[in-house]
């Protein structure tokens, strides 16, 4: 499939990758970056003269950093789903994502700048990543830090340019002034390590009074990019947090959505099912913080 | 075409390829003779290639060959020792976890890396761990009874049996077991 391939590059530093990739990208032809290969190798590009391996980088790791945290971009799914610190971090909505993402074989391979690269809308990572205020880190001429909530342009469409993600970064949770911080991940799929149909990931801090004085709601596969749900934040932020409403942020959650009708839903169904699992993260918020009622 | 050479460890043994850029590691294992890595989907669904690498299960139709510099990849050919046939391999031969046979090697591969992390693994981690290999023969039954079976006598280990040589006592003796 890939015998038009005239060089396979596998540099040990994030520079040799950059050099390589703008050498070769100046002297013409298409090329990738490639780690996992779950995603470029499916796809099949004939095209595809060069790739630049990313699997020898010191990308392979998951840190804390200040209050935060720092996950290598090559580090992989599998990798996410057992990091001791990222199953303690925010009722383990990442590591739980990232063992949804395909199967025991693809979670040893694909990672998580590959996921995010990809930018499929059904990315398993993005909402986890979206409700914690992520960041990813961008290598090319100099060094960028991108919110990922605009790292995401369209299908398959990123604000990498050619440059190269090499970290996300995740920020200290909110501050919960006594309060409760909780939190959710939700996915529909034929299986649980299948593709979404959609998924959806919550935080909330629910304060001593029982008002919520924080929100986020993320939502994947209803959108051509991983979307936050800000308007249904917002109805959320200053309530008290009770099923009237989490019912009302499910609704207005759906309404943000802009589905496509696809082989494995229509559009409607997904709308439908945007509503169902923010109300399901958000019930599972209300019952984490322990004030179900 | 560019070639490459890439040292790689295979079952314990150090090979030296010679590869194209855009080998995948599936071909080159086949082309190297390592049959039992099997051609599925090639598209990273069925698991039917599956192999580990560094100890951990990975579709080989996915990686490029250039990308095992370096690694260890170990396929069914190296789980039995010369014509001893390995417990995980005993335990799906007793339970009768096998029929056309196309998916077993990768079963017993994911098998043996589950059980090398996880010694006493609940049904639902078995069915987990097996879960991104596909059988299309029958149900997953069998294989996960087997599973369960091998991480038994892997705590309580028996004396081993001949892998060849009374193939007729096998299919006689064995509960449920076919040829």
Not at chain 1, 259 to 287: G, H, I, K, Q
Not at chain 2, 141 to 169: C, D, M, Q, T
């Amino acid at each position: 499939m890939f015998d038009l391939l005239r060089a396979f590059h596998r540099p040990s530093t994030v520079a040799a990758a950059l050099r390589l990739f703008a050498a070769e990208r100046r002297s013409g032809g298409r090329g990738r970056f490639v780690a996992g290969g779950t995603d470029l190798v499916v796809a099949g590009d004939r095209s595809l003269r060069y790739l630049v391996d990313l699997s020898r980088l010191p990308l392979r790791y998951v840190k804390r950093r200040g209050g935060g945290w720092a996950v290598g971009a090559t580090s992989t799914m599998a990798d996410l789903e057992h990091a001791a610190a990222l199953r303690a971090l925010a009722d383990g909505i990442l590591a739980e994502a990232a063992g949804t993402a395909g199967s025991p074989q693809i979670r040893n391979m694909g990672t998580v700048g590959g996921n995010l690269a990809n930018a499929s809308p059904a990315c398993d990572l993005a909402p986890p990543l979206l409700a914690l205020d992520a960041s990813v880190v961008i290598a090319g001429r100099g060094r960028r830090t991108v919110p990922l909530a605009r790292f995401f342009k369209g299908v398959h469409r990123t604000a990498l340019d050619g440059d190269l993600l090499v970290e996300v970064v995740i920020p200290a949770p909110p501050k919960t002034a006594g309060g409760r911080a909780a939190w959710s991940f939700q996915k529909l799929g034929r299986l649980q390590s299948d593709i979404a149909v959609v998924n959806a990931a919550a935080g909330v801090v629910v304060a001593k009074d029982g008002r919520c004085t924080w929100a986020r709601i993320a939502l994947g596969a209803v959108a051509p990019t991983p979307l936050r749900a800000r308007r249904a934040e917002a109805l959320l932020v200053g309530r008290p947090f009770d099923r009237a409403a989490i019912e009302a942020a499910a609704g207005r959650a759906a309404q943000e959505t802009r589905p496509v009708t696809d082989v494995r839903a229509t559009a409607a169904y997904r709308r439908e099912m945007s509503r169902v699992l923010v109300a399901r993260a958000l019930t599972e918020c209300l019952e984490r913080a322990g004030r179900s009622r | 075409m560019n070639q490459l050479v890439i040292a790689v460890t295979v079952n314990g043994e150090a090979r030296r390829w010679t590869v194209a850029p855009g080998d995948l590691l599936l071909d080159v294992l086949r082309r190297e003779g390592y049959w039992g890595v099997k051609k599925g989907c090639e598209t990273g669904e069925c698991g039917a290639c599956a192999v580990l690498l560094d100890g951990a299960p990975i579709n080989s139709c996915l990686m490029f060959a250039a990308q095992a510099e370096g690694r260890n990849i170990s396929t069914i050919e190296g789980v039995a020792e010369r014509d001893r046939l390995d417990p995980v391999q005993e335990a799906f031969l007793d339970h009768g976890a096998v029929q056309c046979g196309y998916c077993t090697p990768a079963m017993v591969l994911v098998t043996e890396a589950l059980l090398a992390r996880s010694p006493h693994p609940s049904e639902a981690e078995v069915r987990e761990a097996l879960g991104g290999v596909f059988c299309r023969c029958t149900g997953y039954k069998k294989p996960v009874e087997a599973v369960l079976a091998a991480a038994a006598a892997r705590a309580a280990p028996s004396k081993p049996r001949a892998a060849k040589g009374a193939p007729a006592k096998r299919a006689a003796g064995r509960k449920g077991a076919r040829r």
